[in-house]
């Protein structure tokens, strides 16, 4: 059972596992000195203040897990260290900032995340059809808007035809970003804003980590679990497997005509997908049938997936830190130039790219209308088979 008081007894035993200590070099970083500060502010030993500080170093990874004897859960307890700071009024600088553009927009980029996709989407892909809602959440709105309304045509092409966008009048975020800084009123309140449009779905699909565990996890921490299946995309996409592979077929066919080499493609194990939810697996499926072949893991080695140290908001919350969390990260595993690395959690995305030099980054939603998207939009048919040599990964 998770209990604080055990890591700040602990000699450190997962330092070398936590992807924040490794790549700031800051013991602070460690789940034991996070629950020492924790326990030392209780005690009015410390103040809140710089609890707080101390409390926000963490990506919510979960890399310290596998180390850990004693099976300690240290992302839970630090939301509720960090709820118990910011009733305190002690929030780090980083998080008052992100919550300040929250406050402003809906959404911790401080942008108008409804237009933005609304500029891009069709008038169709916002009107429900079935009751299967595709939620981008708010970090893809913001990076990457065209490439949400990109996947729509990619749906329909699949026969997924019954999947919408969120209805424009909805908020485009889940409450995550203030889950992560400990705005527990804040976060019921953005709950309340979406839990009854959710619990009209029957199924509720997201390429994002953060919105993935806000939703599968904090919403039933609060007693308000939702009734719509939740799924990563990747899990969702798999119901089209044949689907997948007839359009991959179509998109080598249409490489080739264009004298286009077929990409090398590897992927990134995002956490928040993979050991926060445990659904990590089914992006190998997806991109197996899209590409003849599973590609491989960037891990070093199996199950050793790095964080790329945007997890919970941190590249938001703490920007340099993540920065050299990322750096990290990207000299850990094996993405050769010209392949495509492809995460798991949208949320990846942006840290890596720029760090792995002549890569390409996706996430998955990018993925797919890159390797798809010219055959959906040109209509073409895998009518002839793929040349010789040409498979992706071999
Ligand atoms: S998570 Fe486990 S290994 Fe890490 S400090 Fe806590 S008790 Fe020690
Ligand atoms: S969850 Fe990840 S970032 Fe947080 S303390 Fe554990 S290993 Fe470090």
């Known amino acids: 059972m998770t209990d604080p008081s055990l890591c700040a007894l602990c000699p450190r035993l997962c330092r070398y596992a936590c992807p924040v200590a490794q790549g700031t070099a800051d ?23 710089a609890a707080a500080d101390v409390l926000s170093r963490c990506t919510g990874c979960m890399a310290c897990k596998a180390p850990c004897e004693l099976e300690q859960d240290v992302p839970s307890y630090l939301y509720e260290a960090r709820a118990e700071a910011w009733t305190n009024g002690a929030v780090p600088d980083g998080a ?19 237009s933005s996709l609304r500029e891009h989407g069709d008038d169709d892909d916002f009107e429900r059809k079935g009751r299967v809602l595709f939620w981008p959440g708010c970090r893809s709105l913001h990076e990457q808007p065209d490439l949400v309304a990109g996947l729509m045509p990619i749906f329909r092409a699949l026969g997924a035809d019954h999947v919408s966008l969120p209805a424009r009048k909805e908020t485009p975020c889940c409450g995550a970003p203030l889950r992560a800084i400990g705005d527990d009123a804040g976060f019921q309140v953005a709950i309340a804003a979406n839990q009854q449009y959710f619990n009209r779905q029957r199924t509720w699909i997201t390429p994002s980590g953060e919105c993935l565990n806000a939703v599968r996890e904090g919403y039933p921490s609060t007693g308000n679990a939702i009734t719509a299946e939740v799924l990563h995309l990747s899990e969702f996409l798999l119901f089209f497997a044949e689907q ?44 197996e049938a899209a590409l003849g072949s599973a590609p491989p893991s ?33 000299a850990q595993g094996v993405a050769p130039p010209g392949s ?19 890569v390409e980054v996706y996430d998955l939603v990018g993925f797919l209308v890159a390797w798809l998207g010219p055959v959906v939009t040109t209509g073409a048919k895998a009518s002839t088979p793929a040349p010789s040599g040409l498979k992706a990964n071999g």
């Open 27 to 49: 013991e602070g970083a460690t789940p034991t000195s996070m629950a020492q500060a924790w326990r030392a502010a209780k005690a009015g030993d410390l103040p809140w203040k």
């Open 96 to 114: 008052a900032l992100m919550h300040r553009r929250y406050l402003d927009s809906g959404n911790p980029f401080g942008a108008d995340l409804t």
């Open 244 to 287: 997948l592979a007839d359009l991959g077929h179509a998109a080598y066919v249409h490489r080739a005509e264009n004298g286009l080499p077929a990409p090398q493609v590897v992927v990134f194990d995002s956490c928040g997908v993979g050991r926060r939810a445990g659904r990590g697996d089914a992006i190998y499926g997806v991109l």
């Open 298 to 330: 960037f891990a070093p080695s199996p199950g050793r997936t790095v964080c790329c140290g945007a997890g919970d908001f941190h590249d938001l919350r703490r920007p340099d830190a993540a920065a050299q969390t990322a750096d990290w990260a990207a």
């Open 340 to 358: 495509w690395l492809v995460t798991t959690d949208a949320g990846c995305m942006g840290s890596l790219r720029g760090r792995l030099p002549g």
